[in-house]
């Protein structure tokens, strides 16, 4: 990201006059956001501070959170809540968009102020899976943490085929002070592990929705 020019005052200016005051790095980061134009395959959110562009998952990738999906909305039902995939989840003026998501059936009331995306504070359930690559994989195991965490969304759920041989975080309790988690729940793939709370409780994350552990 470029960073602005600030132009000193002309030779004749009052030196004592006061400059005007710069807007705050989250609102001009949010300007920039809204007006970038993307090809097609990429997607830009807004995280710790700085505007990240990555492309859209591979197969394995749309898969997996395919089959997360399908399974979630049998197991939600004609309830109130339901999954939703390539949502805008905002924050103040921080953006992020999430693999998949849990929110109300009904997402107008919950729409931020811009109408750009779903208001993080409605949001009962964040899952990933964790694409390839070293920054990829850091964004989703650390600073997506940190970020859903001071958002205080209920749960976290990280699928991550990049960990040994496949692994599932189930992350709970978010600590916004601290940016963390106070619970957190990791298996290896073909191992089962439930979602703790919210309208997902009691649903299982299983080989059936990951597949085996694979080699490491």
């Known amino acids: 990201m470029t960073a602005l020019a600030h132009e000193m005052p002309p030779p004749d200016c009052d030196?004592?006059?006061?400059?005007?005051?710069?807007?705050d790095l989250d609102q001009v980061l949010w300007q920039a956001w809204q007006a970038m134009e993307l090809p097609e395959?990429?997607?830009?959110?807004?995280?710790?501070?700085?505007?990240?562009?990555?492309?859209?998952?591979?197969?394995?990738?749309?898969?997996?959170?395919?089959?997360l999906r399908n399974a979630l909305v049998r197991f939600l039902g004609a309830g109130t809540h339901a999954s939703f995939q390539d949502t805008n989840m905002v924050h103040g003026r921080k953006v992020w968009i999430p693999d998949l998501i849990i929110a109300p059936e009904d997402l107008e009331p919950h729409e931020d102020e811009d109408g750009l995306g779903i208001q993080a504070s409605a949001v009962a359930?964040?899952?990933?899976?964790?694409?390839?690559?070293?920054?990829?994989?850091?964004?989703?195991?650390?600073?997506r943490r940190r970020e859903y965490a001071r958002?205080?969304?209920?749960?976290?759920?990280?699928?991550?085929?990049h960990d040994g041989g496949g692994s599932v975080t189930v992350l709970s309790g978010p600590?916004?002070?601290?940016?963390?988690?106070?619970?957190?729940?990791?298996?290896?793939?073909g191992t089962e592990v439930t979602i703790p709370e919210g309208p997902a409780k009691?649903?299982?994350?299983?080989?059936?929705?990951t597949g085996p552990q694979r080699e490491g």
């Open 175 to 189: 600590l916004p002070e601290k940016a963390d988690y106070s619970d957190v729940h990791r298996v290896p793939y």
């Open 125 to 143: 359930l964040v899952a990933e899976v964790v694409s390839p690559g070293r920054r990829a994989q850091q964004r989703d195991r650390e600073r």
């Open 151 to 161: 958002a205080g969304i209920p749960v976290y759920v990280i699928i991550d085929d």
């Open 15 to 23: 030196d004592d006059a006061e400059a005007p005051a710069l807007p």
């Open 41 to 67: 395959g990429y997607r830009a959110e807004i995280i710790e501070g700085a505007i990240e562009v990555s492309p859209t998952g591979r197969r394995t990738h749309a898969q997996a959170i395919n089959r």
């Open 202 to 209: 009691g649903f299982a994350i299983n080989e059936d929705i």
